[in-house]
């Protein structure tokens, strides 16, 4: 009898054991953190199917890049009739980018004219309502797919027509980019009273008092299109991301730079205005002859990039 309970002992006990290993065998394993294969440093021509059209871009990626470790991502748009390479050009930022570490996406934008559509802006891209806030999510994703990106510290910049697709990325994608650096450019007022960011986004913007293309003041175009002055635009992202409406005010020589802080959320909106500045990149190469000389008193490639450092996503 003490054989047999002794040996009913030994089936439970086995049985316990069994189904412990059993359980513990079921148990789903933590997904494997994705592996990069670091890229060739320097600039390199891609494109990617969005919308049934081939886009392109050039990126760079930077001497010091280690895939092992998320970076930074700057999104760099071209003005109209322009394209990556002379966006290259005229901003300086591989430089930067060298310098500092981070990559730099220079997509190029659609149609002969090569522009982007900023809502009611500029060319065949906004006649035809072409998604390009579609078309970054979409570049945005694929670049994820072989970039290690620090998805908190994704921003963009844009120069011109570039600029104004800038200000609707800040409208619409305010999830994704962290915070913005236009360059010579507002929004069309249609445009800036639709926007509704789900989010606060930094501000840091350039231009010039003397820039024809793109006035300080607004204007209208031929076609109708009212665009804001500067002082508009940035009244707006001041009421929106809560800073104090009277800024802290810096001149120096032509540069007037006027900071709104402390701003809700950590925002902040700067203004770098131009005295006589033309429709250039401030501290960058100029254009054309006929766009004017930029300023050599201030670098908004470095000042972007600096603002761009202490403006993480929160």
Same mark, same amino acid.
């Given at each position: 009898?003490?054989?047999?309970? /002794?040996?009913?002992?030994?089936?439970?006990?086995?049985?316990?054991?069994?189904?412990?290993?059993?359980?513990?065998?079921?148990?789903? @394993? @933590?997904? &494997? &953190?994705?592996?990069?294969?670091? %890229?060739?440093?320097?600039?390199?021509?891609?494109?990617?199917?969005?919308?049934?059209?081939?886009?392109?871009?050039?990126?760079?990626?930077?001497?010091? $890049?280690?895939?092992?470790?998320?970076? @930074?991502?700057?999104?760099?748009?071209?003005?109209?009739?322009?394209?990556? =390479?002379?966006?290259?050009?005229?901003?300086?930022?591989?430089?930067?980018?060298?310098?500092? !570490?981070?990559?730099?996406?220079? @997509?190029?934008?659609?149609?002969? #004219?090569?522009?982007?559509?900023? !809502?009611?802006?500029?060319?065949?891209?906004?006649?035809?309502?072409?998604?390009?806030?579609?078309?970054?999510?979409?570049?945005?994703?694929?670049?994820?797919? $072989?970039?290690?990106?620090?998805?908190?510290?994704?921003?963009?910049?844009? +120069? /011109?027509?570039?600029?104004?697709?800038?200000?609707?990325?800040?409208? &619409? *994608?305010?999830?994704?980019?962290?915070?913005?650096?236009?360059?010579?450019?507002?929004?069309?007022?249609?445009?800036?009273?639709?926007?509704? %960011? /789900?989010?606060?986004?930094?501000?840091?913007?350039?231009?010039?008092?003397?820039?024809?293309?793109?006035?300080?003041?607004?204007?209208?175009?031929?076609?109708?299109?009212? +665009?804001?002055?500067?002082?508009? #635009?940035?009244?707006?992202?001041?009421?929106?991301?809560?800073? %104090?409406?009277?800024?802290?005010?810096?001149?120096?020589? =032509?540069?007037?730079?006027?900071? $709104?802080? %402390?701003?809700?959320?950590?925002? /902040?909106?700067?203004?770098?205005?131009?005295?006589?500045?033309?429709?250039?990149?401030?501290?960058?190469?100029?254009?054309?002859?006929?766009?004017?000389?930029?300023?050599?008193?201030?670098?908004?490639?470095?000042? *972007?990039?600096?603002?761009?450092?202490?403006?993480?996503?929160?």
């Amino acid at each position: 009898m003490k054989k047999l309970i /002794s040996l009913l002992l030994c089936i439970l006990i086995l049985v316990a054991i069994l189904a412990c290993g059993g359980t513990a065998a079921t148990q789903t @394993p @933590p997904p &494997e &953190e994705p592996t990069y294969e670091a %890229p060739p440093f320097g600039d390199s021509k891609h494109s990617l199917d969005y919308g049934g059209e081939e886009r392109s871009y050039v990126l760079h990626i930077p001497p010091g $890049y280690d895939a092992s470790q998320p970076a @930074p991502l700057v999104l760099a748009f071209h003005g109209i009739t322009l394209d990556a =390479n002379e966006m290259i050009r005229i901003s300086g930022f591989n430089n930067q980018s060298d310098a500092a !570490g981070f990559i730099v996406v220079y @997509p190029n934008a659609s149609g002969e #004219q090569r522009s982007w559509n900023g !809502g009611h802006c500029c060319g065949e891209a906004a006649l035809h309502n072409v998604d390009d806030v579609g078309f970054v999510r979409a570049l945005i994703e694929e670049l994820a797919t $072989y970039l290690n990106l620090d998805r908190n510290r994704i921003y963009a910049t844009g +120069f /011109s027509n570039g600029a104004i697709l800038v200000y609707r990325l800040a409208c &619409e *994608m305010s999830d994704q980019i962290a915070a913005i650096g236009p360059v010579s450019a507002t929004q069309a007022l249609e445009d800036m009273l639709a926007c509704q %960011p /789900s989010r606060l986004v930094p501000v840091i913007h350039f231009h010039g008092t003397d820039d024809e293309p793109n006035p300080y003041n607004g204007g209208t175009t031929p076609g109708g299109v009212q +665009f804001i002055s500067v002082n508009d #635009q940035i009244s707006f992202w001041v009421a929106t991301n809560g800073c %104090p409406i009277e800024a802290q005010q810096v001149v120096s020589g =032509n540069i007037i730079h006027d900071v $709104y802080a %402390p701003c809700q959320a950590g925002s /902040s909106v700067e203004l770098y205005t131009v005295t006589g500045g033309k429709h250039a990149w401030p501290g960058g190469e100029a254009v054309n002859l006929r766009m004017g000389e930029p300023t050599i008193e201030i670098s908004a490639t470095s000042l *972007m990039w600096d603002f761009f450092v202490a403006h993480p996503m929160p």
